[in-house]
């Protein structure tokens, strides 16, 4: 976009962080400079304005091939073929320090077996990885996970065999016979057919993703009623949202909240899967739904994933939510041109730094199937309040949390780490530092580090942009998500403020 003809990135980049690479520019991004932005009047002056100011060597996309020799033979557009051998120079260069034009035998990237692709390994890690990426939202312990196989599951919604929408968007190909074909790609109900070994499934979509089904609402409910348990797949797809295609909305489709409504309402053993890249208000399922369970777009392993959690075989459960969930009057409580994370005037504030209203789930939240217990161990440092100087990086101080399995089952669980500040108008409510997760087995304890210094107390100067050592009082908190913390650190900072790291000034 207008960034690529920015000088604050060639600058900053180069000359503020002694970046030597080369920068390429997003798919379009410099036509959208003159055809959308209207920043620069034609091709030629959005082609020097991309290649001097902004620095950008590489354009993903057909106006450098199209305009090139016409901006540097322009004498009223400030730019020449010195930037243009610069340009080349950064990218031919950074291709001769990775051997690309040594002879073939001599890279190691080209003598690699296929075998290596989608090799076993491979594959495991893929699984492990979307194990671990299901968050499990709320769960009953009566009417809630884990369902019992050898039974009648009903698989319901939009999603029951969804393929497409797993794997989301941007990918290449999946499938051995081509790109577009997706048949080797597990749905959420052929997963469950398969995990469901000795039962019975039956399915009903009940619904579109954004309308009615004549009769499918109706339909859903008497497939309901057969089963003892019932999996509700809800959520959107790139029907909803994509990349240049927003949504005007957070809502889960109104239809979807009709369906849910109808089968969470016969009392059964349920659980609500979400399908979805962008968040969805949940308000009316949280209340009604048993089970919970966020996958976002899981990816090609995604329907296995799901089975295995909602049978209790996913030994890995454990993810937390990357976002709040907020009511779908969100929306209308925040500017969407008003880039300002604070709370102002009627906005509550954004993300989980700012955010001063009620979620209907906040980050971090995410639970196990099994239970923890999490406590402080031994640290370096037994007193209630821990004391820096500003500016000093030489002290880092090791904070210990022991996490025991207490349950019958193994699983995951993840220790974050929050600083926030106890100075009026320091920065957020509360910020990041540090997190690590650990897989435990039942009765299995493992002792996580922490170390507390000075950086972890740094905040912001809202006037210059600078990250400052400030002197006050802070609390490092600890939390296995959500809002809640089972440890609190006192710290204070004594001196002058000192700059850690200078906003870039160019």
Request: aromatic share 8%; net charge negative; hydrophobic share 35%.
């Given at each position: 976009m207008k960034t690529c003809a920015n000088s604050f990135l060639n600058?900053?980049?180069?000359?503020?962080?002694?970046?030597?690479?080369?920068?390429?520019?997003?798919?379009?991004?410099?036509?959208?400079?003159?055809k959308e932005h209207k920043y620069t009047k034609d091709g030629p002056s959005a082609t020097c304005a991309a290649l001097k100011d902004g620095g950008c060597d590489i354009n993903s996309g057909a106006v450098y091939s199209?305009?090139?020799?016409?901006?540097?033979?322009?004498?009223?557009?400030?730019?020449?073929?010195?930037?243009?051998?610069?340009?080349?120079?950064r990218t031919l260069g950074l291709r001769f320090k990775l051997g690309l034009f040594d002879p073939i035998e001599d890279q190691p990237l080209w003598n690699v077996s296929m075998d290596v692709v989608g090799s076993?390994?491979?594959?495991?890690?893929?699984?492990?990885?979307?194990?671990?990426?299901?968050?499990?939202?709320?769960?009953?312990?009566?009417?809630?996970?884990?369902?019992?196989?050898?039974?009648?599951?009903?698989?319901?919604?939009?999603?029951?065999?969804?393929?497409?929408?797993?794997?989301?968007?941007?990918?290449?190909?999946?499938c051995p016979d081509g790109v577009s074909d997706l048949s080797c790609v597990e749905t959420p109900y052929e997963a469950i057919v398969r995990i469901n070994v000795g039962g019975r499934v039956v399915s009903s979509a009940g619904?579109?993703?954004?309308?009615?089904?004549?009769?499918?609402?109706?339909?859903?409910?008497?497939?309901?009623?057969?089963?003892?348990?019932?999996?509700?797949?809800?959520?959107?797809?790139?029907?909803?949202?994509?990349?240049?295609?927003?949504?005007?909305?957070?809502d889960l489709?109104?239809?979807?909240?009709?369906?849910?409504?109808?089968?969470?309402?016969?009392?059964?053993?349920?659980?609500?899967v979400l399908v979805n890249g962008g968040m969805v208000a949940i308000e009316e399922e949280k209340k009604m739904a048993p089970s919970i369970l966020e996958t976002f777009y899981p990816g090609f392993w995604g329907a296995s994933a799901i089975a295995?959690?909602?049978?209790?075989?996913?030994?890995?459960?454990?993810?937390?939510?990357?976002?709040?969930?907020?009511?779908?009057?969100?929306?209308n409580q925040v500017?969407?041109?008003?880039?300002?994370?604070?709370?102002?005037?009627?906005?509550?504030?954004?993300?989980?730094?700012?955010?001063?209203?009620?979620?209907?789930?906040?980050?971090?939240?995410?639970?196990?199937?099994?239970?923890?217990?999490?406590?402080?161990?031994?640290?370096?440092?037994?007193?209630?309040?821990?004391?820096?100087?500003?500016?000093?990086?030489?002290?880092?101080?090791?904070?210990?949390?022991?996490?025991?399995?207490?349950?019958?089952?193994?699983?995951?669980?993840?220790?974050?780490?929050?600083?926030s500040s106890k100075n009026e108008g320091d920065g957020p409510i509360r910020r990041l530092t540090g997190f690590e997760r650990v897989h435990l087995s039942p009765g299995e304890s493992k002792i996580l580090h922490f170390s507390i210094d000075i950086d972890t107390v740094k905040i912001t100067d809202s006037a210059t942009g600078n990250i400052i050592s400030s002197a006050g009082n802070y609390e490092v908190s600890f939390s296995t998500g959500g809002i809640d913390y089972f440890a609190v650190q006192q710290v204070r900072v004594q001196g002058d403020d000192v700059v850690m790291e200078r906003f870039p000034s160019f």
């Open positions: 600058n900053v980049l180069r000359k503020e962080w002694g970046f030597n690479g080369y920068i390429t520019s997003d798919t379009g991004a410099i036509e959208d400079i003159y199209n305009y090139l020799l016409d901006a540097v033979g322009d004498t009223t557009l400030d730019c020449d073929m010195n930037d243009v051998k610069t340009a080349l120079q076993q390994n491979h594959i495991s890690t893929n699984q492990l990885a979307t194990k671990e990426s299901m968050v499990l939202l709320q769960n009953d312990a009566t009417l809630g996970l884990p369902f019992e196989i050898g039974k009648t599951i009903a698989v319901i919604g939009p999603h029951t065999n969804a393929s497409a929408a797993l794997v989301g968007n941007y990918l290449g190909q999946i619904c579109t993703i954004t309308g009615n089904i004549t009769g499918g609402i109706a339909a859903a409910i008497e497939i309901a009623k057969t089963a003892d348990y019932i999996v509700l797949m809800l959520g959107i797809d790139q029907s909803v949202e994509g990349e240049s295609h927003d949504r005007t909305h957070i489709p109104l239809s979807q909240h009709l369906l849910a409504a109808a089968i969470l309402g016969l009392g059964k053993s349920s659980v609500v295995d959690t909602i049978i209790g075989m996913n030994d890995h459960l454990g993810g937390k939510l990357p976002i709040t969930i907020y009511s779908k009057e969100y929306i500017k969407m041109s008003d880039m300002s994370f604070k709370p102002h005037n009627s906005s509550p504030g954004r993300s989980y730094r700012y955010y001063t209203g009620a979620p209907t789930f906040p980050a971090f939240t995410g639970m196990s199937l099994t239970t923890f217990n999490v406590s402080k161990s031994k640290t370096d440092q037994n007193t209630d309040v821990i004391i820096f100087q500003t500016g000093d990086t030489n002290i880092s101080l090791t904070y210990g949390i022991k996490v025991t399995n207490t349950g019958t089952r193994k699983g995951d669980e993840v220790i974050f780490m929050f600083a």
